[in-house]
């Protein structure tokens, strides 16, 4: 049965799509057949979603068209891409939680019968599709009740019970557990005899090798290849998956690091569930955390900056005089008090102040040190001396919305560097800044470190990682499974030890 | 900001045109506002602008102008303070009623205590317990008004102290006494707020209040502070109020709130935004005063002012809203 | 739709207990509250108050609030008091409901502006046109649609069955109709549902549209129990009706609530107004009591956000 003589179900020609500066889709070409598995996969960032997300009917293409059965098709939203055959699981989850399993699961499709809905008709289909998909829920029951494996699964009915030609999956295995899972492959393997394509995207390279039979690679926004499961093994997956040129973008690490603490963490546990976390964050260290996405590590590092309560564990901080202190709890200021400041990825929403100036943004910093009736700190140079240092050419009066995202970082971080914080912690340094500005925070953020500060950054950028860091500890399933010196350390070895549950099969580069 | 333009045929004129356009409207309503209003008046109604009459429109706008400081305060940290009827009520009928026999030292005073503690009130059921600013100020409002009326049963509202109807007809060299308390109040808040730390984190909390928190900024104390003095200046305008009005009344100032609410839309403060500083909410307070004053003197009755007053407020959010619909706010 | 789990109605012991010990306290402690002419009253005294409440229900649950339903209401008596067909009078209350609704709803969906701005911008407008059409209270209701609201059919008070009506038909649209369904949709997770294909917009105007409508009916309503129109008519029910509605278990923040809910509420807010007639309390404590249950109903329910 070969599959490439009949027409592709699904075409999308090379589309483009930006976000702002952010270029998250360069021209990318796919096709998808019926009968088909099809999964699609590479890094953090590579542009999987915002791909399927324009199937979806989420987003539209900047540029180039999109096909079904050989036809334009114009999915402006997602009811019409619905309408139009395609059905999604997000990999947010779209359950509802104040209504019932039945009612999440007609939503948008509901039965009428004369302008009134059926309500017997719906709580039957419900029961129809639940039998079918092999999940056992209580139909009636609320779904903020419900587990987030529970969730999941729903997601999954919901996503299988339309008349759809098209499934898109979105990284739907990562709350079930292993029975949930092999249930999944029943529902895919019958999907797949049905003659129906399903979009698979996942990075998990057992599913990929056990579920699909196409494989399509992205990597920073390009496309890199299609292949036939059958002519790749995982290793040669994971070498298209990797393997971007290491920029001369990094500066000289320091041979050794003294060994003189500045952050302690004992068992930390960022919520009941999670496994404890116990590691040491030297003076002068930049150390990474690496790992795939949703794995812990922003949950790690929000409890550390006290934006979320711990359930349990201590953290130190280590003064200049030797002595430490216990930072308290589920607390931003008294983590700043301690020294410790965070620089959240999500820039715009939840770190700068856009319609403010530059100059104010920065003195947000150092003010926090002063009473609210006092007089502000005034002093011009300061910031002008800071701008210069961080290469911040743009004048100071100037509102930090109308910035470049490089010339954003920078001012979010001068706010912390103007503070004299001893400890960053850091989400994604460099998203969304051009390669220019990279290289100048990735020298300002080492020069932190060489005056006496600290660095813990979670990057989903593994080269970055590698030549910025001293140390990387990798996250899977908010447990740290590996601390690799960062001169050792490769892609495909990070990688191996975030994707794989045995141990990696390569050891060193 | 510099940016690299090729113009087509007068390139100095057409770009600096629309400069100056941009920067007119980026400015508030109420400068412009004010400047189209006293145009017209001096076309339909040119006494309405010789001076003793300006003067005395000023004095009038001098208590909205109070709770409009309050309100552009709060609103700039996104809340919203619509107790002032109630505020003034009860400070109108304790002034007034002779339930609160103490010489006017202590009895003035006691009053914008009294403001500032329902303010207090207000702060901590927003800050703490996280209700909405508009319902919880609202309901307030009503507890004070409804108490007051029931209690006028036992002691009706009389007239006003003497001081306070004093204060009101007095003028220091040609200038009534009350607007300039009003600038005195004023100016010296305004260049506390433009210096302090707590107008540069009432600023942040206002832009984006989860970076505030994200960065340790203490944003529930600096909503209380504004809700304390917005509740202090609520007192203060009664006080104002009942000097010129003369006599006790239930419903003294029961407009105030949503008065100020439109002066400070209108001076360029909207939910988070405190562009307009705070002088725009004062030129808005003085030009709703002159609107209502020329309306008036042309025969507009009360129900048209209301629907007025609706208009602007509804029409300077939507504008403010339909401008900055794509950021991310 | 056909739940009654209480994380979904609201409907909790404490909701649905509060109007029957309310009851049963009256009964004991006062001879009148027993009296049939009581009852009656009592009837009509919440009519109005039900039917307004019942249309604040459909906009809390998508996270809105309409606090211009007080000014409809007097918009809407005046028009009753002016216009000698009472046909014409019921058709320029429902044009008006569905007016004010479609600009409410717009401002909010579309434009983004906040509930509570653009629904006191257009409460001012309302009430001041409000002052033009009828400036003072007065004008004649025509006798039939007095009748229709104080008479009896088969031995059942009018009001009671006006009641019964607006409680059964906004059942009916919550439980059995598609838009009921996304209202709650929307309440819960307004970009879940746009995700599923709820048209989110087009749901939240329709909510303000009938609570509108719901409040013009009501104000014709107690237009023709006074046999007068009066332009104040509305000042104290929208936030009467934002109380009965956070009572009836009703969460603010959307996605929570139901008829039954509301109706209890109704019935506890006017229990408490009744009991404070009998025992003799100023009537003007009634505003009192509602600021107080209103702090009390809104401080029981968590949020995120600080401020507005």
């Given amino acids: 049965m070969t599959i490439k003589e009949r027409q592709p179900l699904v075409e999308l020609r090379s589309v483009s799509k930006s976000f702002g500066q952010n270029a998250a889709l360069k021209a990318v070409s796919l096709a998808g057949w019926p009968g088909s598995i099809h999964a699609v996969t590479g890094e953090n960032g590579a542009g999987k979603s915002t791909l399927m997300k324009l199937l979806a009917g ?25 309408r139009a055959g395609v059905s999604t699981v997000f990999q947010e989850l779209t359950i509802l939680p104040n209504l019932t399993v039945a009612e999440n699961l007609c939503l948008g499709r509901e039965l009428t019968r004369g302008g009134l809905l059926n309500l017997r008709a719906l709580r039957h289909e419900a029961v129809q599709v639940l039998q079918r998909s092999g999940i056992t829920l209580d139909p009636d029951r609320l779904c903020g009740t419900l587990s987030v494996g529970e969730q999941q699964l729903l997601e999954i009915a919901k996503g299988l019970h339309s008349e759809a030609d098209i499934f898109i999956f979105d990284e739907p295995t990562a709350p079930l557990n292993r029975a949930e899972v092999d249930q999944l492959e029943t529902l895919l393997r019958a999907l797949k005899e049905q003659g129906k394509l399903v979009f698979y995207i996942s990075h998990r390279l057992e599913e990929i090798f056990r579920f699909c039979d196409t494989v399509t690679v992205l990597k920073d926004g390009a496309h890199v290849a299609t292949q036939p499961i059958e002519n790749l093994t995982p290793d040669a997956l994971v070498a298209l998956m990797v393997g971007r040129e290491l920029e001369a973008l990094f500066p000289e690490r320091p041979a050794h690091v003294p060994d003189v603490p500045a952050l302690q963490v004992e068992h930390l546990t960022a919520t009941p569930h999670s496994p404890p ?14 790992g795939l996405e949703g794995q812990g590590q922003r949950e790690i590092i929000r409890s550390l900056a006290g934006a979320q309560e711990r359930s349990s564990g201590t953290v130190r901080v280590w003064a200049d005089g030797g002595h430490n202190i216990a930072v308290a709890s589920g607390s931003v200021a008294a983590a700043v008090r301690c020294g410790v400041a965070l620089l959240p990825e999500d820039r715009k929403g939840e770190g700068l102040y856009l319609d403010l100036s530059i100059e104010d943004n920065i003195w947000l910093g150092p003010l926090r040190q002063t009473p609210l009736w006092r007089r502000a700190p005034r002093d011009p140079s300061l910031v002008r001396r800071l701008a210069e240092r961080m290469g911040l050419r743009t004048p100071p009066a100037q509102p930090v919305g109308s910035l470049s995202g490089g010339n954003q970082q920078k001012a979010m971080l001068g706010r912390w560097l103007a503070a004299d914080v001893q400890i960053l912690l850091v989400e994604q340094p460099t998203r969304g800044v051009d390669v220019g500005a990279k290289a100048e925070i990735y020298e300002l953020l080492r020069r932190f470190t060489a005056d006496g500060g600290a660095i813990l950054a979670v990057s989903g950028d593994l080269p970055e990682l590698i030549g910025l860091c001293d140390r990387i500890l990798v996250v899977r399933s908010g447990a740290i499974v590996a601390d690799v010196p960062g001169h050792s350390a490769t892609e495909e070895l990070l990688l191996g030890h975030a994707l794989r549950s045995e141990s990696p099969s390569k050891a060193t580069a | 900001m510099s940016s690299s333009m090729s113009l087509p045929t007068s390139p100095g004129l057409a770009y600096r045109l629309q400069q100056a356009a941009s920067f007119i409207l980026a400015l508030p309503p109420a400068y412009l506002g004010t400047l189209v209003l006293l145009a017209s008046a001096a076309a339909l109604r040119p006494n309405l602008l010789s001076p003793f009459l300006l003067l005395l429109i000023l004095r009038q706008a001098a208590p909205l102008g109070f709770a409009a400081i309050g309100q552009s305060l709060v609103m700039r940290c996104r809340s919203l303070d619509l107790s002032s009827g109630g505020v003034i009520a009860v400070v109108s009928y304790l002034l007034t009623s002779g339930v609160m026999p103490l010489p006017w030292p202590i009895a003035l005073p006691l009053c914008v205590l009294f403001g500032a503690l329902v303010g207090a009130f207000n702060g901590f059921l927003i800050v703490r317990v996280r209700a909405s600013a508009v319902i919880v100020t609202l309901a307030v409002s009503m507890i004070l008004s409804g108490t007051v009326i029931a209690l006028s049963q036992f002691h009706a509202v009389g007239d006003a102290p003497d001081i306070l109807r004093a204060m009101g007809r007095a003028r220091v060299a040609g200038v ?6 009003w600038i005195a109040t004023l100016v010296p808040l305004a260049l506390w707020l433009r210096r302090s730390a ?33 509740g202090a200046m609520s007192a203060l305008s009664g006080l104002m109020l009942l000097g010129f009005v003369g006599v006790g009344n239930v419903k003294l100032g029961a407009d105030l709130a949503l008065n100020a609410l439109a002066a400070s839309i209108l001076g360029g403060i909207n939910f988070g935004s405190g562009r307009g500083g705070m002088l725009g909410p004062a030129v808005a307070a003085f030009m709703l005063v002159f609107l209502f004053n020329f309306l008036t003197s042309l025969g507009l009755g009360e129900p048209g002012k209301l629907m007025l007053q609706g208009t602007l407020i509804g029409a300077a959010a939507l504008a403010y809203c339909l401008r900055h619909k794509d950021s991310a706010h | ?18 109007p029957v010990v309310l009851v049963l306290l009256l009964a004991a402690t006062q001879a009148d509250f027993r009296s049939t002419q009581n009852l009656l009253n009592f009837s009509g005294q919440i009519g109005a108050l039900l039917i307004v409440a019942v249309g604040q229900l459909f906009v809390t649950l998508v996270a809105g609030i309409d606090l211009s339903v007080g000014s409809v209401m007097s918009l809407a008596s005046a028009f009753a008091a002016t216009q000698s067909d009472p046909l014409a009078a019921v058709a320029l209350a429902t044009a008006l409901g569905v007016a004010v609704g479609t600009v409410n709803g717009m401002g909010v969906a579309m434009a983004g502006v906040h509930p509570l701005v653009m629904t006191l911008s257009t409460a001012t407008f309302l009430q001041g046109l409000a002052y033009v059409v009828l400036p003072i209270p007065g004008g004649t209701i025509a006798p039939a649609m007095a009748a ?49 294909g709820v048209r989110v917009k087009a749901v939240v105007v329709g909510a303000y549209v009938w609570c509108s409508v719901a409040a013009a009916w009501a104000g014709l309503f107690l237009a023709a129990r006074v046999a007068a129109g009066d332009p104040a008519l509305g000042a104290s029910y929208a936030l009467e009706s934002v109380a009965a509605v956070a009572l009836g278990g009703v969460q603010l923040t959307g996605g929570v609530g139901s008829v039954a809910g509301v109706v209890a509420g109704v019935l506890s807010l006017g229990l408490m107004t009744n009991g404070l007639n009998l025992f003799g309390v100023s009537p003007f404590m009634r505003g009192v009591l509602t600021g107080v249950l209103l702090l009390a109903a809104v401080s029981l329910q968590r949020r995120r956000i600080v401020g507005m």
């Fill in chain 1, 58 to 82: 989420v987003h539209q293409p900047d540029s180039g068209e999109i096909l079904l059965q050989g036809r334009r098709a114009a999915l402006g939203t997602p009811a019409k891409a619905r």
């Fill in chain 1, 277 to 290: 976390v116990s590691f040491t964050l030297r003076r002068g260290e930049i150390v990474g955390i690496a």
């Fill in chain 2, 176 to 181: 009534p006494l009350v607007p300039l308390l």
């Fill in chain 2, 198 to 230: 707590f107008g540069r984190v009432l600023d942040a909390v206002g832009a984006n209040p989860r970076a505030a928190g994200l960065s340790g900024l203490p944003h529930l104390r600096v909503v209380f502070v504004a809700h304390v003095t917005s």
């Fill in chain 3, 1 to 18: 739709m056909t739940t009654l789990n209480p994380a979904r109605t609201g409907l909790t012991r404490y909701t649905l207990g509060l």
């Fill in chain 3, 148 to 196: 229709a609201a104080t008479g009896e059919v088969v031995g059942i008070p009018a009001p009671l069955l006006w009641c019964a009506a607006a409680a059964l038909a906004a059942s009916i649209v919550l439980r059995r109709t598609r838009f009921g369904a996304h209202l709650f949709a929307v309440g819960g997770h307004p970009r879940s549902a746009y995700l599923n």
